[in-house]
């Protein structure tokens, strides 16, 4: 599996390559970040579009966040979708995780926590 935010153009044209699971993880506006250094639809499509078990996960503060979501994947080859909640402690993502879990539901996305911060909350460096 390789991890990407989707705004690198990884050039995919040899079969191994077609054979690795991409996890995709571009950014919303909750990430503070303008639009054209976050989003790449064209290469997002290219990703997508090389392995159909590849999937993004997007970091969702709230259902504003699902709408932005589905506008980034409008036009992109359909794959599976994960949400997690936004959250920058373990004690946020406690609280948070039923909402998101719910528009998950809602929108026929998966849910996904966020093991990392659930374990080791704010420290850095593990």
């Known amino acids: 599996t390789i991890e990407t935010n989707g705004t690198i153009d990884i050039q995919i044209t040899k079969r191994y390559q077609k054979a690795i699971l991409f996890s995709i993880s571009p950014k919303l ?4 970040e303008k639009y054209n250094s976050r989003i790449k639809k064209d290469i997002l499509s290219k990703i997508l579009s090389a392995n159909k078990d590849s ?3 997007f970091v969702v503060a ?3 966040d699902i709408f932005e979501i589905k ?4 036009g992109l080859p ?3 979708v994960f949400i997690m909640p936004l959250s920058s402690s373990s004690a946020d993502i406690s609280k948070n995780s039923e909402a998101i879990i719910n ?3 809602k929108y026929g996305f998966r849910y996904s926590d966020r093991l990392h ?6 420290k850095k460096g593990v």
């Open 71 to 74: 506008e980034i994947l409008w």
């Open 55 to 57: 999937y993004t996960k």
């Open 103 to 105: 528009l998950a539901t």
């Open 62 to 64: 709230n259902e504003n």
């Open 117 to 122: 911060i659930r374990v080791w909350d704010k």
């Open 29 to 32: 506006s909750n990430s503070k």
């Open 78 to 80: 359909k794959r599976t």
